[in-house]
């Protein structure tokens, strides 16, 4: 008895090891050179033991095999293959993009378990990928960006507002973490785009919205924990499907749109937004309200977390970079006098210093590790010297967006801050996106539907902090940053709290700036740690039964 119980105790860790050792030899078979992955582990531990942000291995595997057009590699047991030469990078998003026309996540979220999420184009793939971008892509035009950028004018307004309450009276010192005064701009604006509601970020302690817009983003454990199971044994997806936003969230989001929805049809009010698009189509097509809802909650979770972290990263930079702060705030300057004291749609896209700012910030501090996309039938890339390298069918294929971004061979100095470099005179960040390395929206046809809107957005921002504040970086921050492994993008692990000291430019201030002898005593003043202020309400707000917002009207 003994015996017999032994020899199924041997067979099944003989089974188990074979199931986890099987695909081990793959990418010698196919003469593509890699790592050696470890038991269980793969070459990616990170996802496992989230010791480190998975960026880490990634970027070892990128800097380990710098000579090779591909790295073969193992993510747990699965095989996936890391593209590094920029040509092959651009046959994967654009030239062969047949074949690759799959995110990775796509067919991990189930219509019936996430009915939003399986609506946004990001998880989609095929036929319904294509009618689902088709749908949006309409709302993203000029013009109504353009009408969009004035109802990110009264966020702004409130945001300036809230930073100056939270200034000490004395210091006029205003400590605050950045991300978060970040992501309350962002979700302002976003909800009043999409839900034409006021979510009162920058008036309310906790306000529901927001919270529910954490809840969306806060599936990180949920899809950290797909990503871990769906590489271990890729077959799970067929017969388990994982819930990524909750269902009160998911009701939620329903409840507004249809209110919006119901709200402005009620009272016939007329504003070119997102929700006015989203009308439209429903009267073309007879979209289901649902269908609505999914495309209100895509623009809200893809517009909020990617913008106010991409913000928070500019603010950041500019606090580093007091010399770039100061040459923007004097375009601005510049900018206000030619337009008559205030600034054009035209002419906040068209400042040429504010475009490199961004595009630094977003190769300096990509937003993503890595892109993933799935191989939708099996496939031959040329390399460089004429070299094959095929791909299977099913394959992962990623992207490694952090490194090329990092990479001296791409980017001389990269570790350097140099916004010029994305300059018109130097060819701008079209010469360095034809080199296939500077995608942080992605590239070819699944390239990112707003990116318009979030330049829109970011910069609207950025003009309203520079012009009226000065930053600085205060004291207690780390650095360099370590990635934060709980989050799926790229965020720093420190508490971003006390990242910053936001300045109100009153003339006292100017005064001192203007002065060199007195310069050193601001240089104190900002090492010193401010206590944060408790920000105290000063204004009543219309609250609307049901979820504490209020609409807005035109
Ligand atoms: C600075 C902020 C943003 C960054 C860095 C960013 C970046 C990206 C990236 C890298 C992708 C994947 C592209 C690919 O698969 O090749 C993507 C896709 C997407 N983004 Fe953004 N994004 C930002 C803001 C936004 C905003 C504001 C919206 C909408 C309001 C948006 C909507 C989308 C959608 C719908 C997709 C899926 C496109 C598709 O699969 O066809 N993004 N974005």
């Given at each position: 008895m003994?015996l ?7 067979t099944?860790v003989?089974l188990?090891?074979?199931f ?5 030899g793959?990418?010698?078979k196919y003469d ?7 038991l269980?582990?793969?070459?990616i531990?990170?996802?496992?033991t989230?010791?480190?942000h998975?960026?880490?291995?990634y970027?070892a595997?990128?800097?380990?095999y ?9 993510s ?15 046959e994967v998003l654009?030239?062969?993009?047949h ?5 990775d996540?796509s067919?991990?979220?189930?219509e019936?378990s ?8 990001f998880?989609?793939s095929?036929?319904?990928w294509k009618?689902?971008?088709?749908e949006i ?9 353009k009408?969009?950028?004035h ?5 702004c307004?409130?945001?300036?507002k809230?930073?100056?309450?939270q200034?000490?009276?004395s210091s ?5 973490d ?6 309350k701009?962002?979700?302002?604006v976003?909800a ?5 509601i006021d979510?009162?970020?920058f008036?309310k ?5 927001r919270?529910?817009?954490k809840?969306?983003m ?6 950290q924990l ?19 936003i909750?269902?009160d969230?998911?009701?939620f989001?329903i409840?507004i ?6 709200y402005?049809?009620?009272n016939?009010i007329n ?6 698009h989203l ?7 007879q ?11 895509s ?10 972290i991409?913000l928070t990263?500019v603010l950041?930079d500019?606090a580093?970079?007091?010399d770039?702060q100061?040459e ?7 900018a206000?006098?030619v337009g008559?004291g205030?600034?054009?749609?035209e002419?906040?896209v068209e400042m040429p210093l504010l475009e490199q700012?961004l595009?630094?910030t977003?190769r300096?501090?990509?937003l993503?590790a890595v ?6 039938d099996d ?6 010297k004429?070299?094959k390298?095929?791909?299977k ?6 992207l490694?967006?952090y ?6 061979d791409h980017f001389?100095?990269?570790h350097?801050?140099?916004p ?6 130097n ?8 080199r296939?390395?500077?995608?942080p929206?992605g590239?070819?046809?699944?390239m990112?539907l707003g990116?318009r809107?979030?330049?829109t ?17 205060n004291s ?13 993008m790229?965020?720093?692990k420190?508490?971003v709290?006390?990242l910053f000291i936001l300045?109100?430019?009153s003339?006292?201030?100017r005064l ?5 002898s007195?310069n050193?005593?601001?240089t104190k003043?900002?090492a010193?740690?401010?206590?944060v202020?408790?920000w105290?309400?000063t204004a009543?707000?219309?609250i609307?039964?049901g ?6 009207d035109?």
């Open positions: 003994l017999i119980l032994l020899g199924i105790g041997v099944f003989a188990v090891y074979l986890l050792t099987w695909e081990f793959h990418w010698e593509i050179k890699g790592p050696k992955p470890r269980l582990l793969g070459n531990p990170n996802l496992l989230r010791k480190r998975i960026v880490y291995n970027d595997i990128y800097n380990d710098k000579n090779e057009p591909v790295v073969g590699y193992y747990v047991r699965t095989p996936q293959l890391m593209i590094r030469d920029p040509e092959l990078i651009k654009s030239k062969s993009f074949n690759f026309a799959a995110n996540f067919d991990t979220v189930d019936k996430d009915p939003l999420l399986a609506r946004n184009p998880s989609l095929g036929e319904k009618n689902r971008r088709a892509t309409p709302g993203f035009t000029n013009n109504r960006i009408a969009m950028a109802l990110m004018d009264e966020v307004a409130h945001m300036t809230y930073v100056k309450n200034a000490s009276s006029g010192v205003a400590t605050l950045a991300k978060e005064l970040m992501a701009y962002t979700t302002d976003v009043s785009c999409i839900f034409a979510a009162q970020s008036e302690e906790n306000p529901e919205i919270e529910m817009g809840r969306i806060n599936f990180n454990f949920v899809v797909a990503l871990f199971v769906t590489t271990f044994c890729p077959s799970v997806k067929n017969f388990y499907r994982f819930t990524f909750p269902k969230t998911e009701q989001f409840r749109m249809q209110d919006a929805i119901r402005r049809k009620e016939n504003r070119t937004d997102f929700l006015d009308l439209q189509l429903q009267e073309r097509k979209i289901t309200d649902i269908d609505i809802a999914g495309h209100g909650v623009f809200f979770a893809d517009g909020f977390e990617t913008s106010s991409v990263y950041y500019l580093k970079h007091s770039i100061q923007l705030r004097e375009d601005i300057r510049k206000k006098e008559g205030s600034m054009s749609y002419q906040l700012i595009c630094e977003m300096i501090h990509p993503l892109m993933s996309k799935r191989c939708t496939t031959t890339l040329v390399g460089p004429d070299r390298i095929f791909v069918k099913g394959t992962t294929v990623v490694p967006y490194s090329i971004s990092l990479d001296p001389t100095d990269p350097k801050y140099d010029s470099r994305f300059s018109a005179e060819g701008g960040s079209k010469l360095y996106r034809e296939g390395v500077y995608f929206f590239d070819g046809p699944r990112c990116m809107f979030a330049f957005q970011v910069k609207r921002a950025v003009v309203e902090i520079v012009e009226r504040f000065t930053l600085s970086v207690k921050t780390i650095e360099p940053f370590e990635m934060n492994p709980e989050q799926f790229l965020m720093p420190v508490t709290h006390t300045f109100p430019r003339l006292l201030f001192l700036f203007l002065m060199p007195v050193d005593d601001v003043l900002f010193n740690d401010e206590p202020v408790n105290m309400a009543t707000m219309k609307k039964p979820y504490g917002l209020s609409a807005i035109a």
